[in-house]
């Protein structure tokens, strides 16, 4: 708070003062009292003024610098309440009142969104349970037809691939309550997403390679096998035409363990590489598909912090793309931490 200002919101209260001294200068004059007695009384009354102006300046100018550093201070601005000291005079007071009214009051509408938002997932998340049940129903009964000509069955892979998308992106959300990290066969991981894609490796003509996969990593198995089930699914969409392949390896350092999913599709443009993990980004390259929605990505480096690992992205377009996700060995006590 600065004096100018505090003097120019009290402007009319120092006005009326000094046309009230002017009065009784008059008076004083009018009472003949000697000149000599009435500045003494005027500067007097003046010094008191002062005085008390200033006293008020000081106390409302600590109250509100300390209020603004405080404020500065936190991030959850909210606290703000539970912090400040109570104020001497009434304008605090009331100001501080005010303050916990309106935070009690936006603590409430808060509580009652959450509340809501937790309700509308919970039913969000069983409802999609529900809907996969008639999905794999009706995979199951178009599993035997003709793979390269059933587009009825590839339309319901990508249904269930949305559904899931959906699942997994609330569940993100509050995920500490639903992975657990234990020690996983990484080869087992892969096969898993692989035999789950076989009908569309087939369909697409995609070849497979896998190098050096037999490893532990710590992770939680579930979230994993989505994360590169991401990838496959990024790589499916943007295939090259002819001789289209997916390798996997995986690299064992000292502290970590590398593994790395490339495919030789069109790839992805320099320009928009470093949004490739940003939400909802699609770039150039997801513009020319009907099927991007830019969720994959996202999610893939969500789950990835979430879980303690690294990832990472390297492409030239129309030549390769390739998604390392980096596992340090001690993960399990980085996300406990």
Known sequence: MKIKDYIKDHFVEILIFFFLLLFQFCLFLLLELSLTTIFFILGLLLLFYLFVFFYNYVKRKIFFNEFFTLLEKIDQKYFITEMLPNSNFLEGKLFLQALYEIDKSMKEKVNESEKSMRDFKDYLELWIHEIKLPIASLILQNHNKSIKDNKELEQIHKIEEYVEQVLFYVRSEHSSNDYLIHECN??????????????DFLALDIQVETKNLNKKILTDSKWFEYILNQIVSNAKKYKKEKDAYIHFEAEEQENSITVSITDNGIGIKSS???????????GENGHQTKESTGMGLFLVKKMCEQLGHLVKIESIENEYTKVTIIISKNTFYNVLK
């Open 186 to 199: 990484l080869n087992t991981m892969v096969k898993n997403v692989l035999l789950r894609n076989k009908d």
């Open 272 to 282: 928009d590489l470093p949004k490739v993990f940003e939400k909802s980004f699609t």
